[in-house]
């Protein structure tokens, strides 16, 4: 099983948005109810946060009578969460070569993406070093 590809079910769902976002494009991400947030920088993804940490973040916001209005803008790398370092892995990639790249990219997370098109890469999931121990676990 190790050597398998990865199925639609082995990954987690995941918004992606720019590092700095307005409030009202924030909750918007949150309408498709993503497990994973995934933020990018100005080369591409620079890291992931779970979805229900920007959920409280507004909330507490919207709770604050000096909080700004929908137009105001965060940044997603400052609010309290907890981030994920995460490096690429293309969809056809198996559990094993997955285990390799967070090894060698030291990092906990992964973006899975497939090509849809030359140059097009989008990002259809995320998958955490827990995630494939937990897969592990339940099968052994």
Do not use: C
């Amino acid at each position: 099983v190790i050597s398998a590809p990865f199925t639609p079910g082995s990954f987690s769902s995941v918004a992606r948005t720019p590092q700095r976002t307005s409030l009202a494009a924030a909750r918007e991400l949150l309408r498709t109810s993503p497990h994973w947030i995934l933020v990018d920088g100005p080369d591409g993804p620079r890291t992931v946060l779970p979805a229900a940490d920007l959920a409280r973040h507004l909330d507490q916001r919207a709770l604050d009578p000096s909080a700004d209005s929908l137009g105001a803008v965060i940044d997603l790398i400052e609010i309290p969460a907890q981030r994920q370092d995460l490096a690429s892995l293309h969809l056809q990639a198996t559990l094993e070569e997955a285990l390799e790249r967070l090894r060698e990219k030291d990092v906990s997370a992964l973006f899975i993406q497939t090509t849809s098109a030359p140059m097009i890469r989008p990002v259809v999931g995320i998958v955490t070093r827990n995630n494939i121990e937990t897969y592990y676990q339940v099968k052994g």
